[in-house]
């Protein structure tokens, strides 16, 4: 399967004073194929988020490369990284940014009015889709307040996936949602996924990491080790079975 994304020694420090440098990220290598569903565990504070915002082109690493489809990140001007997470990335994030003054509808098809590569009836038959797909339809005029947690996590998806996205990343997107709600999320999730849309997630839930093709374990900004579940089905009588396998696996690591 063809590489979409990779990092290269990819390295992260802060200079807190002239003579003390915090490491956060030391020389990871990783590789995501197009399509493939990879998660990111490890203890708080041992690197995740910064790891996904490193990669993604969101901040800029120490040393080493990123590589997206085919391409160095570190060669774009900040223009060309903003279009590049317009057109070809999704973001979903645990704490979800949308604008209060904007129906439900409008914070989905904002950033594909921003791209300006549709019409706008493209743009809003697009989001009428992905919207019914996600189980939102109804609520494309209500305000989002009118709305709950969960329900506005699933516009956060609609959003990040208006542009038709090569990859979605998600930091914690179902940490401030009860059990119910998160495994909805991570169905629909799955079911991106299997519509060939990569998927890179930090996760502390065991339950949605279960979900993933891929999980990698990450301790002290080095990522040491990982499990391949293969393909999640949904319903498939065998998906408790990758949960227990994975908790084993995470209880070896010591997490």
């Avoid at 995501?32 to 969101?58: A, D, Q, R």
């Avoid at 060939?196 to 080095?222: Q, W």
Wanted: glycine share 8%; aromatic share 6%; charged share 25%.
């Amino acid at each position: 399967m063809e590489i979409l994304l990779e990092a290269k020694e990819l390295s992260k420090s802060y200079l807190l004073s002239p003579d003390h440098e915090q490491h956060v990220l030391k020389d990871i290598n990783v590789q995501i194929k197009k399509g493939e569903f990879v998660s990111v565990m490890g203890p708080s504070g041992s690197g995740k988020s910064t790891f996904l915002y490193n990669i993604s082109g969101m901040d800029k690493l120490s040393t080493g490369s990123v590589v997206f489809a085919g391409e160095e990140l570190s060669s774009f001007s900040e223009v060309e990284l903003s279009n590049l997470r317009l057109n070809k990335m999704g973001f979903i994030f645990q704490n979800i940014h949308l604008l209060k003054n904007l129906s439900i509808l409008d914070n989905i098809v904002l950033t594909a009015y921003m791209a300006k590569k549709r019409s706008r009836s493209d743009i809003n038959n697009r989001a009428k889709e992905i919207m019914m797909r996600s189980g939102i339809a109804e609520l494309a005029n209500n305000d989002i307040s009118q709305a709950s947690g969960g329900q506005l996590q699933r516009v956060a998806i609609c959003r990040a996936l208006i542009n038709n996205p090569d990859i979605l990343f998600g930091d914690e997107p179902t940490g401030a949602l009860n059990s119910k709600s998160a495994s909805e999320i991570m169905d629909i999730l799955a079911d991106i996924n299997q519509s060939g849309t990569a998927i890179l997630l930090v996760t502390h839930d065991v339950k949605v990491a279960a979900k993933s093709e891929r999980v990698l374990f990450m301790i002290d900004g080095c990522i040491v080790d990982e499990l391949l579940l293969g393909k999640y089905i949904k319903g498939d009588e065998d998906n408790k079975k990758r949960e227990v396998r994975l908790t084993d696996w995470l209880s070896k690591m010591g997490f």
